[in-house]
């Protein structure tokens, strides 16, 4: 059976993918670095890496020979390893570069330096993060397919949330944004995101590999990273929702996210697997509907059997997008896969499993006083 190396591994998504994949008879390799922000000082919850199922190297993509030993007798490679905080990319500028942009052009460096090796297929993760601000329309004009820029910190110090029409300078309205849509990173992270499918596509077209390329939504669930408060809005307020905390909206609460179920994400990255013919094409990841960060709050206390206490700061952060929500047309046209796990249910399943878990210390404070240190949140 083949073997499907998965760097990054270890992490929210890895898991579930390393499980599944086990259970549909693939060997599976793991590289993953087990980071303290993610795992925790002591990493914990991995000791399914090491019970024998997964043959497991701990190590970065950031070494040639971490990844020389790892490449070794592979068929297929999912490329998940990143690091992921939209607000922390801000000033942890090089760290991310390192990590997810030449972490990338290292793992072709290493793979074209490698005789004889038998990977045919690369599978990225990338982020709805490279739209920027995504796809709108203009009701007052009749302007379509507009794409606005990054909203500009003076603009959010007024509390003027909503992109606006560059055209008549009305409040633009936002639509399901398409593979073909325009990108426009807005933040550090996004513009890595980016950089990794260039390297991608052009070294995989070059090298004859097949690959495909995923821009993910928000990925939610069971097993997701309860200790990073860098990322991970749901994990958030899981926690302070846990310690009879108040949770803190920024913006005017009114911003929307296209929640994903990670079992989702999962069954549109086995299918990439083993599709007869290898994709070479960009596909969202997502659920296709837009929800409001208040109301995913107010949800996720109720599945925590809490009372919800929710506060709309009017805070923002730069780099934040204000809208977006995928089309995944493509992907069920491409691969067969819709989204089948619906917010509410997806919520109730990550509330049960929150409720077994330790209860991790509140990090938001800390993480958002990065972020005001550095002015990049008012």
Same mark, same amino acid.
Not at 3 to 11: D, E, P
Not at 210 to 221: E, P, S
């Given at each position: 059976?083949?073997?499907?190396?998965?760097?990054?591994?270890?992490?929210?998504? $890895?898991? @579930?993918?390393?499980?599944?994949?086990?259970?549909?008879?693939?060997?599976?390799?793991?590289?993953?670095?087990?980071?303290?922000?993610?795992?925790?000082?002591?990493?914990?919850?991995?000791?399914?890496?090491?019970?024998?199922?997964?043959?497991?190297?701990?190590?970065?993509?950031?070494?040639?020979?971490? +990844?020389?030993?790892?490449?070794?007798?592979?068929? @297929?490679? &999912? @490329?998940?390893?990143?690091?992921?905080?939209?607000?922390?990319?801000?000033?942890?500028?090089?760290?991310?570069?390192?990590?997810?942009?030449?972490?990338?052009?290292? +793992?072709?460096?290493?793979?074209?330096?490698?005789?004889?090796?038998?990977?045919?297929?690369?599978?990225?993760?990338?982020?709805?993060?490279?739209?920027?601000?995504?796809?709108?329309?203009?009701?007052? =004009?009749?302007?379509?397919?507009?794409?606005?820029?990054?909203?500009?910190?003076?603009?959010?110090?007024? @509390?003027?949330?909503?992109?606006? =029409?560059?055209?008549?300078?009305?409040?633009? &309205?936002?639509?399901?944004?398409?593979?073909?849509?325009?990108?426009?990173?807005?933040?550090?992270?996004?513009?890595?995101?980016?950089?990794?499918?260039?390297?991608?596509?052009?070294?995989?077209?070059?090298?004859?590999?097949?690959?495909?390329?995923?821009?993910?939504?928000?990925?939610? $669930?069971?097993?997701?990273?309860?200790?990073?408060?860098?990322?991970?809005?749901?994990?958030?307020?899981?926690?302070?929702?846990?310690?009879?905390?108040?949770?803190?909206?920024?913006?005017?609460?009114?911003?929307?996210?296209?929640?994903?179920?990670?079992?989702?994400?999962?069954?549109?990255?086995?299918?990439?697997?083993?599709?007869?013919?290898?994709?070479?094409? &960009?596909?969202?990841?997502?659920?296709?509907?837009?929800?409001?960060?208040?109301?995913?709050?107010?949800?996720?206390?109720?599945?925590?059997?809490?009372?919800?206490?929710?506060?709309?700061?009017?805070?923002?952060?730069?780099?934040?997008?204000?809208?977006?929500?995928?089309?995944?047309?493509?992907?069920?046209?491409?691969?067969?896969?819709?989204?089948? &796990?619906?917010?509410?249910?997806?919520?109730?399943?990550?509330?049960?499993?929150?409720?077994?878990?330790? +209860?991790?210390?509140?990090?938001?404070?800390?993480?958002?006083?990065? +972020?005001?240190?550095?002015?990049?949140?008012?």
């Amino acid at each position: 059976m083949q073997r499907i190396l998965i760097t990054g591994g270890a992490g929210f998504i $890895g898991t @579930h993918l390393s499980r599944r994949l086990l259970a549909l008879g693939y060997r599976v390799r793991v590289l993953d670095t087990l980071s303290a922000q993610v795992h925790g000082e002591v990493p914990t919850g991995v000791d399914w890496l090491v019970a024998g199922d997964v043959e497991f190297f701990r190590g970065s993509v950031t070494s040639q020979a971490d +990844l020389t030993r790892a490449l070794a007798d592979v068929d @297929h490679v &999912v @490329h998940l390893a990143a690091e992921t905080g939209t607000g922390q990319s801000m000033y942890e500028v090089a760290r991310y570069c390192e990590v997810n942009s030449m972490g990338t052009a290292l +793992l072709f460096d290493v793979l074209g330096r490698m005789d004889g090796h038998q990977v045919k297929r690369v599978l990225l993760t990338s982020s709805r993060s490279v739209y920027g601000e995504g796809a709108y329309r203009c009701d007052a =004009c009749g302007a379509e397919h507009v794409y606005p820029g990054a909203r500009q910190a003076a603009q959010l110090r007024a @509390h003027e949330w909503e992109p606006l =029409c560059p055209h008549c300078s009305a409040p633009l &309205v936002a639509v399901a944004t398409t593979e073909r849509d325009a990108v426009r990173p807005a933040s550090i992270y996004a513009a890595t995101k980016f950089a990794q499918e260039d390297l991608v596509r052009i070294a995989c077209d070059s090298m004859g590999l097949g690959y495909a390329i995923f821009r993910l939504q928000n990925v939610y $669930g069971e097993g997701q990273s309860l200790k990073n408060p860098y990322t991970g809005i749901l994990s958030i307020f899981s926690t302070r929702i846990r310690r009879g905390m108040q949770l803190p909206i920024f913006e005017d609460g009114k911003e929307t996210r296209d929640f994903v179920h990670v079992s989702d994400v999962v069954e549109a990255l086995v299918a990439g697997l083993r599709s007869e013919a290898p994709v070479n094409d &960009v596909l969202n990841v997502g659920s296709g509907i837009g929800t409001s960060v208040e109301e995913v709050a107010r949800e996720l206390t109720v599945a925590l059997g809490c009372t919800p206490d929710v506060k709309v700061t009017g805070q923002f952060r730069l780099g934040d997008i204000r809208h977006n929500f995928a089309d995944v047309s493509r992907l069920e046209a491409a691969l067969g896969v819709k989204p089948q &796990v619906s917010l509410r249910e997806g919520l109730s399943r990550f509330a049960q499993w929150v409720k077994t878990q330790p +209860l991790p210390e509140d990090r938001l404070e800390q993480a958002n006083k990065e +972020l005001v240190d550095r002015k990049l949140m008012g």
